[in-house]
């Protein structure tokens, strides 16, 4: 905590002045086109990876970046998306899940909690029937892989996406941040497996979302 608020005196000391404008012009309106779906692991920090500005992403975060069954789990997930679909009409919706999750883990490993975590993990179990994809990853990163595809499958079931996909083309992408190398990856459907966004990749990305 302390280092949170020293964080805060840094901020004010050296950046709060060259955010001023920024942050004025974003006082009464949020227009982000992108809805980002991350787990709350400490070590995935979207806004450094894709050095991000406030007003960018509107973010929703939750132990294992799961998205349930439409209609299953009613509360935060279905809401976070709701609102960013109707109401802020994003264009992209990204699940981003991440090497050596503890929530994946978890579920591999059976492992036992109580409570509104166990509850909530049990919503994640089916990723232990989905084929992972390619790639030389352990199997806990491959079933985290596979996790992340599992969630955008039942994103596209969410009424509010499957209209905004056919009416205004919405689209969803699975990422994957591999936090030994900082590195972002991006699933390519194509060679069913999740590959770099690197200086090459990203253009190529860029062309297919004109
Ligand atoms: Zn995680």
Redesign the pocket.
């Known amino acids: 905590m302390k280092k949170l608020l020293n964080g805060i005196l840094d901020f004010r000391k050296t950046k709060r002045a060259e955010y001023a404008d920024l942050f004025s012009s974003l006082s009464e309106i949020q227009t982000p086109d992108t809805l980002l779906i991350a787990?709350?692991?400490s070590r995935?920090v979207p806004n450094l990876f894709a050095s991000t500005d406030p007003g960018d992403m509107f973010v929703l975060r939750n132990?294992?970046?799961i998205v349930p069954e439409y209609g299953t789990f009613r509360g935060s997930v279905g809401a976070a998306v709701e609102f960013a679909v109707n109401q802020l009409k994003v264009q992209d919706v990204i699940i981003c899940?991440?090497s050596n999750?503890?929530?994946?883990a978890a579920i591999m490993n059976d492992v036992k909690f109580e409570g509104d975590l166990a509850a909530w993990l049990g919503i994640g179990a089916e990723m232990k029937l989905i084929e992972p994809p390619k790639g030389e990853w352990s199997k806990l990163d491959l079933a985290s892989q596979a996790n992340t595809l599992l969630q955008i499958r039942r994103l596209a079931n969410y009424p509010a996406v499957k209209d905004a996909i056919k009416n205004r083309g919405l689209r969803l992408h699975a990422w994957w941040f591999n936090i030994s190398k900082a590195e972002v990856l991006r699933y390519d459907e194509t060679q069913s497996k999740f590959i770099v966004l690197d200086e090459e990749e990203i253009p190529r990305v860029m062309a297919m979302l004109e």
Request: hydrophobic share 30%; glycine share 24%.
């Open positions: 787990c709350s692991d995935v132990v294992g970046n899940g991440h999750c503890g929530a994946v």
